[in-house]
């Protein structure tokens, strides 16, 4: 049986402690370098905490902070949009935004002033205005903010009937909410600011009377659309009935100018001819009876024939037929 060397090789080494040191330091320098700086995004407030007391808030950008857990530091952000939803979820947000199946009725269920039931899905967006009352002043904050939506959103509607809270009041109710919820906040300093709050779905329960009011709301925007079109109408026969009234209005003013200029022009010839009737009647007479007949003759027709009113016998003197005039004595 042969003999195995189980001798240690040449190239192993011992550890030493000064390597272990070496290792040590550079340990404690990675763990110094990556727990004193902290990020602080665009979109962000960081509030550092020093063993667990508020310390300083410090904006976006590169920060230092002291080491090994004795600051820490929470990054809150104080310039993006929240939201909450209440008696529906998102699924998947996008373009096309997908809801979930899932339904949470004690969320959106509630009761009007007329002591009916209506399904109340909404959203509120709001945004955090002082972060460290948002973390520290409240300790579940997210519960709260849900907590005292919930409660104003169920008394404006419980201040309304059921009609108006289907209908004309949905503006109101988003308005007077958001006021509410804000004066809510401010009271228990939570430290955020509510935005807009939006009335996503309101219906009746399902049933009959949903359907009843699905019809109520199909009336109303069928009168909607018949108001807009008789508006549309209107904008379109008004403007061209103005146009045609300012149109004739015109046509009378010219035609009441030119007959004034008319008569004015009349007037002043009249004038003329009395001055130079009165200065030799005889003659303006006599021009004025040449005158006279030189228009008629110029508006009569053709073929005109005079003939002396002491004319006794006019018939022998015309050929009916053919227009020729016969002799004066007949003739075979």
Known sequence: MSERDVTPGKFARR????????????????????????MVDQQEESV???????????????????????????????????????????????????????????????????????????IIQYQIIDAKAFLFNVEDTEKTIRDMSQSAINQLVGDRNIDSVLTEDRAVIEDQGRELMNQYFDKYTLGIRVTQVK???????????????????????????????????????????????????????????????????DVARFNSVLAEYRASPQVTRARLYYEMWEEVFSVAAENTDLIDKGLENFLPLKNLGTGTALPLGGGQ
């Open 15 to 38: 550890v030493t402690p000064k390597a272990v040191v070496v290792v040590v330091i550079v340990i404690v320098a990675l763990i110094f370098a990556f727990s004193s700086f902290f």
């Open 48 to 122: 550092v905490l020093r063993f667990g007391r508020f310390l300083r808030i410090s904006p976006p950008g590169l920060h230092f902070k002291m080491p090994f857990g004795i600051d820490q530091n929470i990054n809150v952000p104080t310039a993006r949009s929240l939201k909450h939803e209440f008696g529906f979820r998102t699924a998947q947000a996008g373009i096309q935004t997908i809801y979930s199946s899932q339904q949470f009725p004690e969320e959106s269920i509630m009761l009007t002033g007329d002591l009916l039931i209506v399904d109340v899905q909404w």
């Open 199 to 265: 009335l996503q779905d309101v219906v009746p329960p399902a049933g009959p009377v949903q359907a009843a009011y699905e019809d109520v709301n199909k009336a109303i925007q069928d009168r909607d659309r018949s108001i807009n079109e008789g508006i549309e109408a209107y904008n379109q026969a008004i403007p061209q009935a103005q146009g045609t009234a300012r149109r004739v209005v015109q046509e009378a003013e010219g035609y009441a100018q030119k007959r004034v200029n008319q008569a004015e022009g």
